[in-house]
């Protein structure tokens, strides 16, 4: 298995310690059993070693790698990879014609010399906060494995190939939390870009106006590296700030509601480690985020705009959908345009008054899910089912309205239940929100 960071990889690499093919044979013994035949989709076992094979060859050589040439990632399955088909966790596209070319963040993870190890199982096309897919199955989270607790959705496997070592990283995206929860729930990091930051093309899509593509990792530094390799950047990791002096607003409303003792004990003492490394925390109301219960109350921007791209499967292969996915994308059909365009006017005004609002902080502060982990068979009924989805997806999915970068942290010690720590950044500002996490991570380890 693989338990070491990104920078610590590529040291290793380049002195010889280790080898591509050593880490990537590693990660595919680890999928092989435990979790693994659940947590993925496909292996390119064959194609990852051969990979592995070429950067190892260039390294003995004495030729020039890139710095993460070589180290084995999963991306989620709704990316697509030249030849192989995009099924997005559905049965309804499992016959569909394999793609033609990478998406573009593939692209730019293999010309980083990433190895691909293969695509990770998710809830039927990102449609949920806790992981579930009937279709495939569902990986459980690495805490409690005995009673079997939801993974987090919906980049369900891919959080999980991180947390057991099956790969070094994933890609996921995130729409209204399918990054963080998934973080919060395997313990390790999730970060969701601002939505312009990546490109989204050759990612099937959940809905326009929200969805982001960002890392899941096991640090701070992790996810900036990764992120700036999709952004078209190099790979250049995060620089820590200086937590003495940060200004963070405590958001104490609508995201404190039913939080459960585990998270508001871990959560309260994640705070005092703030305090005590220097951080100004000030406590933060944000009235206007209350009403994104009434905006959602129809589907909102998710139903409205996934019924328009599955209208046509639907009808041709409606029979093949997960009923509680279904379900909730055919809610979008009784959207109207006028109440899309409320949604739209409603969406810039909130937007800006949370802009004013925290312009003085230099992050926001929450937790990411108000409770750990519930047991999959917490959720075999419908109307339990979708309760908690709405509690997992409430917090993350303010962000997601808002357009602004936000990042997981674990802050649980080690052997509890695994909760994650929400920071809330600026807008476009997500290399700034990036070093403070790195910051934030530090002080917490202290």
Request: proline letters at 6%; one cysteine or more.
């Amino acid at each position: 298995m693989i338990d070491r960071g990104l920078k610590a990889l590529a040291g290793a690499l380049a002195s010889g310690e280790t080898s591509s093919a050593a880490l990537t044979d590693a990660a595919l013994a680890a999928a092989a059993e435990g979790e693994g035949p659940t947590a993925y989709m496909t292996l390119h076992a064959d194609r990852a070693r051969a990979e592995a094979a070429a950067v190892d060859g260039l390294r003995t050589a004495g030729r020039e790698a890139r710095p993460f040439a070589g180290i084995p990632i999963s991306i989620k399955d709704l990316f697509d990879e030249e030849g192989f088909t995009t099924t997005a966790g559905s049965k309804a596209l499992a016959g569909a014609s394999p793609a033609t070319a990478d998406a573009p963040i593939v692209d730019r993870l293999r010309r980083a010399g990433f190895v691909i190890l293969g695509r990770t199982v998710m809830t039927e096309f990102a449609y949920s906060g806790v992981g579930l897919n009937p279709h495939y199955g569902t990986p459980a989270s690495p805490w409690d494995r005995e009673t079997r607790r939801i993974p987090g959705g919906s980049t369900s496997g891919g959080a999980v190939s991180v947390a057991d070592g099956m790969a070094a990283a994933t890609i996921g995206t995130d729409t209204g939390g399918s990054c963080r929860i998934p973080a919060a729930f395997c313990g390790i990091a999730g970060f969701k870009p601002t939505i312009e930051r990546v490109p989204r093309e050759g990612a099937t899509p959940l809905a326009f106006s929200l969805d982001s593509i960002g890392p899941l990792a096991n640090s701070a530094d992790c996810c900036a590296i990764l992120d700036d390799v999709m952004a078209g950047g190099p790979g250049a990791g995060a620089a820590p700030a200086f937590v003495g002096g940060l200004r963070i607003g405590v958001l104490r409303n609508y995201v404190l509601d039913d939080m459960d003792q585990t998270v508001a004990r871990t959560f309260g003492a994640a705070l005092t480690a703030l305090s005590e490394a220097g951080a100004q925390l000030e406590d933060l109301s944000l009235p206007e985020i209350d009403e994104l219960p009434a905006l959602y109350a129809n589907g909102g921007y998710a139903a409205a705009e996934s019924w328009a791209w599955h209208r046509d499967l639907i009808e041709r292969k409606g029979d093949l959908y997960d009923p509680r996915v279904i379900g909730r994308i055919r809610r979008g059909a009784d959207i109207s345009a006028a109440d899309y365009i409320d949604l739209l006017e409603a969406h810039a005004a909130m937007k800006a008054a949370t802009d004013a609002a925290t312009a003085h902080f230099d992050a926001v502060v929450m937790p990411t899910v108000p409770i750990v982990a519930p047991a999959i068979s917490e959720l075999d009924a419908d109307e339990d089912y979708t309760r908690i989805n709405l509690l997992c997806l409430r917090n993350c999915s303010a962000g997601n309205f808002l357009n602004r970068p936000n990042i997981s942290l674990p802050c649980h010690k080690p052997g509890e239940a695994p909760v994650g720590l929400m920071l809330m950044g600026h807008r476009n500002r997500d290399r700034e929100l990036l070093n403070i996490a790195a910051g934030v991570e530090g002080a917490l380890a202290a």
